[in-house]
Nanobody
Framework: QVRIVQSGGGLAQPGGSLRVSCAAS????????VAWYRQAPGEQREWVGN???????NYKDSVKGRFSITRNNGRNTAYLSMNNLKPEDTAVYYC??????????WGQGTQVTVSS
């Protein structure tokens, strides 16, 4: 059974840092890319970035230089590290496995709030 479980996130002040983890089970994690999305209130879900199975990363322009996606295949876990956070980063963040056994898989979502 495939499970994608997120943890971390929370509240940070502008300029602060947070990290969200994404632990996967039931898949061969080292073979799968992982993507991160976010959805702000009243907005559509948007792509934030991704990491390939080889470890190559890509990011949305507005988070380049501030956000970092990494993976630890030994722990079947991917991480979204967020630095220099801005109020406009406030959203629910989702981990995504784009394709495994013919479908896409989502984590449960993690709230990130940036406020003073």
């Amino acid at each position: 059974q495939v499970r994608i479980v997120q943890s971390g996130g929370g509240l940070a002040q502008p300029g602060g840092s947070l990290r969200v983890s994404c632990a996967a089970s039931g898949i061969t994690f080292r073979l799968t890319p992982v993507a991160w999305y976010r959805q702000a209130p009243g907005e559509q879900r948007e792509w934030v970035g991704n990491i390939t199975s080889a470890g190559t990363t890509n990011y949305k322009d507005s988070v380049k230089g501030r956000f970092s996606i990494t993976r630890n295949n030994g722990r079947n876990t991917a991480y979204l590290s967020m630095n220099n956070l801005k109020p406009e980063d406030t959203a629910v963040y989702y981990c995504n496995i784009p394709s495994w056994r013919g479908r896409t898989w989502w984590g449960q979502g993690t709230q990130v709030t940036v406020s003073s």
